[in-house]
């Protein structure tokens, strides 16, 4: 297969996806639909390598990782983090909820093993699966070391289609909300925050014709690498993921002037970004075979649905307390299941397809997208790495 054929071949299928998410106004998510026929695709004629074959070996998928979680640091404002706090809180509850049912219920059910490979990557993303699954094979777990990539490549197909669902709900509650002046005075503070008179303070007196795209891009890796840095130098005292703080290093050049706000979108870099980091997500599905999803189909979908429960249940009592609406206090915790950018992708899906008039996506938008973004990076970056450390010892 040519490279040019094998770039045809996945873009068509990201395609399908948006098209048919557009269809049916975000009820199946582009993410489900593009997971799908990779499946399919790898199951019947695709080489294994296609993404990388159609040009996007992991290296540049990295990169492109770090340019983009940089890019959503200049989203959220250190006010907007401090006020991310019941995001936080209802994140990690989500997350006690599927270690207390797996290690629990699951247990009874499953095995104690095959519960403690299943909790890490379930919670979150590729790192702590590959944690699991070496730390099965050192110990002689064969097919717990397959089942630790598959749980982790499989768990969106739970994720995608019942985010979607609960984020609708919230859209159409906050939509009814504003649509009667109720979201009115959020909205204005919203918008005063997401675009402040100046800026680049650092750089208000330099002429705007020498800000081109090169210079956002020379900034924003700038500030990716300052990100990796840091973790490299905290590494013999403290195991930072570089990702988490490529984050939080966007929220502060922003907040200090260093970068402007979406720098990405402003660098006409975001559209090719997106689509590379996609393509990197569903090359993980060449992992599942036919064979291997049959042997352990049934553990698999039990700690899925298990996990989901025990999600359900615990961010639900978490967002009673906290005042928050069943619907976003679920969705947040549902982001441990993918993580970004799907957590990105499908609250922008179910936005454009509540309304068409730009004001009211811009209030829903300042609503729900900052919590599924920070509970995202709360969940599969953070706590998913750290319980694989943990729960690896058990084996």
Do not use: C
Request: proline share 4%; glycine share 8%.
């Amino acid at each position: 297969m040519s490279q040019l054929l094998a770039l045809v071949i996945v873009v068509f299928i990201l395609l399908v996806g948006d098209l048919v998410a557009v269809r049916t106004k975000a009820w199946i998510p582009s993410m489900f639909v593009s997971a799908v026929l990779f499946l399919i695709g790898y199951w019947t004629f695709f080489p294994k390598e296609i993404v990388a074959l159609a040009g996007v070996p992991s290296a540049v998928a990295v990169m492109m990782m770090y340019l983009l979680i940089t890019n959503m640091g200049t989203l959220l404002s250190i006010r907007e983090l401090k006020n991310q706090w019941k995001t936080i809180v209802i994140a990690l509850s989500g997350i006690l909820g599927i270690v207390a049912v797996l290690l629990s219920v699951g247990t009874l059910i499953f095995g104690f093993q095959t519960m403690v490979v299943a909790i890490p990557p379930l919670v979150g993303g590729v790192v702590s699966a590959l944690i699991m699954s070496e730390g099965a094979k050192e110990a002689g777990l064969a097919s717990l070391s397959v089942f630790a990539i598959v749980i982790y490549v499989m768990q969106g197909f739970a994720g995608y289609p019942l985010t979607s669902l609960v984020l609708k709900k919230e859209g159409k509650r906050l939509l009814k909300l504003y649509r009667e002046g109720g979201l009115a005075s959020a909205e204005v503070a919203a918008t005063a925050e997401v675009a402040p008179p100046v800026e680049l303070k650092l750089f208000k007196s330099m002429p705007e014709k020498y800000n081109t795209d090169f210079f956002k891009f020379f900034r924003l890796s700038v500030v990716a690498y300052l990100a990796y840095l840091t973790s490299t130098l905290l590494a013999p005292v403290v195991s930072v993921s570089p990702f988490v703080l490529a984050l939080l290093f966007g929220v502060i050049a922003t907040s200090v002037g260093f970068l402007e706000k979406q720098v990405l979108q402003k660098a006409n870099g975001f559209g090719i970004a997106i689509l590379v980091l996609m393509l990197f997500i569903f090359d993980g599905l060449k992992q599942a075979t036919p064979g291997m999803l049959l042997e352990i189909l049934v553990p698999l979908i039990g700690a899925i649905v298990l996990g989901v429960a025990g999600m359900y249940i615990f961010s639900f009592v978490v967002g009673k307390i906290l005042k928050v609406s069943k619907e976003m206090a679920f969705a947040v915790s549902l982001t441990a299941l993918y993580g970004f950018p799907a957590d990105y992708i499908i609250t922008n899906e179910v936005i454009n397809s509540l309304t068409e008039d730009e004001k009211e996506r811009e209030a829903l938008t300042s609503h729900m997208l900052p919590p599924m973004l920070v509970g995202g990076f709360v969940t599969v970056t953070i706590v998913s790495v750290v319980l694989a450390g943990i729960f690896v010892g058990f084996l």
